[in-house]
């Protein structure tokens, strides 16, 4: 399972990679976090305001950081 983390590198960006890796931890699943800084990669997902969380693809949302719960509960329906 792939999850994505688009942004360029600011505070709420760090924070989401962040709390991506705390949930896929705290789930003891196996998911790789990739991310995403490259500003046409961000624009072709469709992410119109950074941080955006995409699971396999998928994006779930963007401008803002998800609470754990969230997070959590996206990573599992694509299980």
């Not at 976090?33 to 992410?47: H, P, Y």
């Amino acid at each position: 399972m792939k999850v994505q983390i688009y942004g360029t590198g600011c505070a709420k960006c760090n924070m989401l990679e962040k709390a991506a890796k705390q949930a896929i931890s705290e789930m003891g699943i196996k998911a790789e976090v990739v991310k995403i800084s490259d500003i046409n990669q961000i624009v072709e997902a469709g992410i119109l305001a950074t941080p955006g969380f995409a699971v396999e693809g998928e994006v779930k949302s963007m401008g803002r950081v998800p609470s754990l719960d969230e997070i959590k509960k996206w990573i599992k329906a694509k299980m």
